[in-house]
Structures are given as structure tokens and as C-alpha cells.
């Protein structure tokens, strides 16, 4: 093989791996973009999803808040609602997230 047709063979090597180089790269580059496209759309499913537990727990408050207006014991609602006393205390004494409250004067 000439020495002409040796560096022709190679430049055609050369090229193949530069395409083959270059689809690697646009392979890559997809796959990262679809990877972070997703990490997007989890992150928008939690944020939906905390603010449904945010509202639920509201709810749930404003519930035990009106059992507990009935004198029925702290240790009482835990018992009947299946909640920890613990549960029950800090929904009751949560504010719903709707409620303004107004900042202390001295």
C-alpha cells in the first residue's frame, strides 16, 4: 500500500471516528436533557404534593381544633382521631396556612 493510500484510509478512519465521536456526544447531550427534564417534573409532583399535605394538616387541625373546643382532652382526641398525642398537639396549635397572623405589639 502506497504511502498516498495509507494517510486516505486513515483520514477516512479519522472521520468515521469524529462522527462516531459526535453522536456520542448528541446521545450524551439528550440523555442529559431528558434527565433534568425529569428531575423538573419531580420536583413540581412534590411541591404539589407538600402543599396537599400542607392543606390536609390544616384540615386536620381545624378539626381537632373544634374537638378539642368540645373539653375533650388532648390525650382523649389522640385516642379517638388515631393520632400520637403529639400528632394532636401540633395540629391544634398549627395555624392554617390562610390565617394571618398579626405580629406582636409591645
Request: no cysteine; proline share 3%.
Amino acid at each position: 500500500m502506497s504511502e498516498t493510500a495509507k494517510r486516505a484510509q486513515q483520514a477516512r478512519k479519522n472521520a468515521r471516528d469524529r462522527r462516531l465521536l459526535a453522536l456520542d456526544v448528541k446521545r450524551r447531550d439528550a440523555q442529559i436533557e431528558s434527565a433534568v427534564s425529569d428531575v423538573a417534573k419531580r420536583l413540581r409532583e412534590r411541591d404539589k404534593a407538600r402543599r396537599a399535605v400542607q392543606d390536609a394538616e390544616d384540615e386536620i387541625g381545624k378539626a381537632l381544633r373544634r374537638v378539642l373546643a368540645e373539653t375533650v382532652t388532648i390525650n382523649q382526641a389522640a385516642e379517638l382521631s388515631g393520632l400520637t398525642v403529639a400528632e394532636v398537639r401540633r395540629l391544634s396549635r398549627r395555624p392554617p396556612a390562610d390565617e394571618v397572623i398579626a405580629p406582636a405589639t409591645d
